[in-house]
């Protein structure tokens, strides 16, 4: 069994971008484009027959938005392409944040109209603190849009490294005429497309400047010109850089049309690193090592309604996966045979006979595991990295039906659990409350708790304005420090105790009063990027 050559054949990557710069878009041409499915869904008006693949919850298919991070693996020139298309809308942030830590590689979508927006620069930062490379796709090139070499310029001063362009649009908009391909020398000429891949494509030899000057006219004559000044004035492209995270290959395209997306499959073959070394908190672990090991860091509950099912998304970090093996989960020392295991493409599921390091595979669980667990083939090993923030939003939760209250404790733990929300259970009373990065978060797991689970609820904001977790290395002051705030103490879902401030004054007062406390924004499996990561929180 040769563990290395199967790791090489990996590439783990996830889609992050601005909401509506067309990532769940191009996540769907993707799939096309590799084979893996043959017509593309796209995102509707709620009462279209179809909505994107990767989009399967019911109130993404309502509001045509990614609320939820949706897994897919495909094969293409035989590599095994785990894709994750990541919520583009900031108020689910942190499960993308948590995405990130699972993948080799990123691939930025942009609008070319808007340029780099808000929510794009703020994963971008996630992905430089972890070194994360990244490439990126310029998007929506059929529309009128903003000249290249000012795009170029703006991605360069968002990510703080040099841009790279691997391709060349001729014209734009109405204009647009093709894309040029740096790497390859040739030209693919435009032709909408859309939900079916064609297989008439027209490409025309690149070095044949007098042929694509009478084609093409002034669109070709300015492109040519801008490729000059944007080889004159940018570095070329050289792998080890973007691997380092020091440098980004751009493409062009509009993925609507089905346009630009072949040449970036090919690149994420080509360019993107296979699966590499991840931390522990006692060694590193190379992935061609011969003894299991992998960390979860996603939970979905209720991916299948009918069966009422919960699934640990599992990054393989080591060796070989197969059904029935037995791994010892770290944070219990408790065994598991995992014997329902799957691969998807969004909602789809096969049954996993065997997986390798970079592989995401879905294990059914009924609630021994948590966000952050680390199976091996019994090394007590424990993966680092895995980011929870403190909310800023709270809200108390009223049951519309009090006889409905068993259901509503089983929503709101396994909702909590995956990370959808984050729940709060009172170390002196009952009532629960729900924190949130963003609003909207609130209205999805209302709305999840109605559908999923049959509960009516009625949410009213609470006096809360933030929480931070607490930590003492002297174990009798913090215990004195529970007792003596044990109104404002609450407990999360894995039972970390969490001071609740009314103000920041509150806060500040009460560090004064108790210097030995640390009150913590973030909490996580441990790693040595968190504080980098808490950064972008308090920016």
């Not at 290395?473 to 105790?497: M, V």
Request: hydrophobic fraction near 40%; include cysteine.
């Amino acid at each position: 069994m040769n563990y290395s050559e199967e790791a090489a054949r990996r590439r783990t990557f996830a889609i992050i971008s601005h909401p509506d710069a067309g990532k769940t878009t191009l996540t769907e041409k993707l799939l096309l484009f590799a084979g893996a499915i043959q017509i593309a869904g796209s995102v509707k008006a709620r009462k279209a027959s179809r909505h994107a693949t990767s989009d399967w919850m019911e109130i993404e298919k309502q509001r045509g938005i990614s609320v939820a991070s949706s897994v897919m693996q495909m094969e293409y020139r035989d590599c095994v392409i785990n894709l994750l298309d990541t919520p583009g809308h900031q108020d689910f942030s942190e499960d993308t944040y948590r995405v990130l830590t699972a993948v080799d590689a990123a691939l930025m979508v942009i609008d070319a109209a808007n340029g780099v927006e808000a929510q794009t620069r703020r994963l971008i930062e996630v992905c430089r603190a972890r070194a994360t490379p990244i490439l990126t796709f310029i998007n929506k090139l059929d529309r009128e849009v903003r000249a290249p070499l000012d795009l170029l310029d703006e991605i360069e001063a968002a990510l703080g490294m040099p841009a790279a362009p691997l391709a060349w649009p001729i014209g734009q908009g109405k204009c647009f005429r093709g894309i040029y391909d740096l790497r390859a020398e040739h030209v693919r000429v435009f032709r909408p497309g859309g939900e079916r891949r064609s297989e008439a494509e027209e490409v025309l030899d690149g070095r044949d400047a007098a042929k694509l000057a009478a084609r093409f006219g002034a669109e070709y004559a300015q492109a040519r010109e801008e490729i000059e000044l944007a080889r004159a004035a940018m570095p070329a492209f050289a792998r080890q850089e973007f691997l380092a995270a020091r440098q980004t290959p751009v493409f062009f395209g509009s993925a609507i049309n089905n346009f630009g997306v072949r040449e970036v499959l090919e690149a994420l073959v080509d360019l993107a690193p296979p699966p590499g070394m991840r931390r522990a908190t006692r060694r590193e672990v190379r992935p061609d090592e011969a003894k299991f090991s992998g960390v979860v860091f996603k939970i979905q509950a209720n991916m299948d309604p009918a069966h009422r099912d919960r699934v640990a998304f599992l990054r393989v970090c080591s060796g070989r996966f197969a059904p029935g093996m037995r791994l010892k989960v770290r944070r219990t020392g408790k065994d598991l045979r995992p014997g329902n295991v799957v691969t998807f493409l969004s909602q789809r599921r096969d049954r996993v006979e065997e997986a390798y390091a970079g592989d995401i595979i879905g294990i059914a669980t009924h609630g021994g595991l948590q966000l952050g667990d680390t199976l091996s083939e019994g090394e007590d090993l424990q993966f680092t990295g895995l980011p929870f923030f403190a909310p800023e939003l709270f809200c108390t939760v009223e049951l519309a039906d009090p006889m409905k209250s068993k259901q509503l404790q089983k929503g709101l733990k396994e909702l909590g659990e995956e990370g959808a929300i984050q729940v709060f259970r009172p170390s002196a009373g009952s009532l629960m409350l729900l924190g949130a990065i963003g609003q909207l978060q609130f209205e999805v797991v209302a709305h999840r708790l109605k559908t999923e689970y049959g509960v009516e609820t009625r949410l009213a904001p609470a006096q809360y304005v933030g929480a931070r977790w607490v930590a003492c290395a002297d174990a009798a002051e913090l215990a004195r420090f529970l007792a003596a705030n044990r109104p404002r103490i609450f407990l999360d879902a894995a039972e970390t105790s969490a001071y609740l401030m009314t103000s920041r004054f509150d806060l500040d007062l009460t560090q004064e009063r108790w210097p030995g406390i640390d009150f913590l924004p973030m909490r996580e499996s441990s790693s040595s990027c968190g504080q980098r990561l808490e950064s972008l929180r308090t920016d």
